[in-house]
Nanobody, 118 residues
Framework: QVQVVESGGDLVQAGGSLRLPCTTS????????MGWYRQGPGKERELVAE???????TYADSVKGRFTIFRGNTRNTVFLQMNSLKVEDTAVYYC????????????WGQGTHVTVSS
């Protein structure tokens, strides 16, 4: 069974930085994209950033210029570097890994908590 494990969540002051790592393991499948989503208090889950095999990336407007997504040396790892954190970045952050057939290969981690204090 494919597993997706993220970590790195913490309590940090506004203006601070965090790096969230995510690793997938288990049966091999063709990874097409790895990304980060978040769900803030009382909000729906939203895309934060995604990177794809063609080296294209997508960022939410709210994080452009502050967050960077990048793959590790082992292609089954992805990181989210978060700088200049704001109180509104407080959320549970989820790692998503999907294959070329999203109906068959679409996996989520358990989530990691990021709390930004003022």
């Amino acid at each position: 069974q494919v597993q997706v494990v993220e970590s790195g969540g913490d309590l940090v002051q506004a203006g601070g930085s965090l790096r969230l790592p995510c690793t997938t393991s288990g049966p091999t499948f063709g990874i097409y994209a790895m990304g980060w989503y978040r769900q803030g208090p009382g909000k729906e889950r939203e895309l934060v950033a995604e990177t794809r095999n063609d080296d294209t990336t997508t960022y939410a407007d709210s994080v452009k210029g502050r967050f960077t997504i990048f793959r590790g040396n082992t292609r089954n790892t992805v990181f989210l570097q978060m700088n200049s954190l704001k109180v509104e970045d407080t959320a549970v952050y989820y790692c998503n890994v999907r294959g070329y057939d999203v109906r068959r290969d679409n996996y989520w981690g358990q989530g990691t908590h990021v709390t930004v204090s003022s």
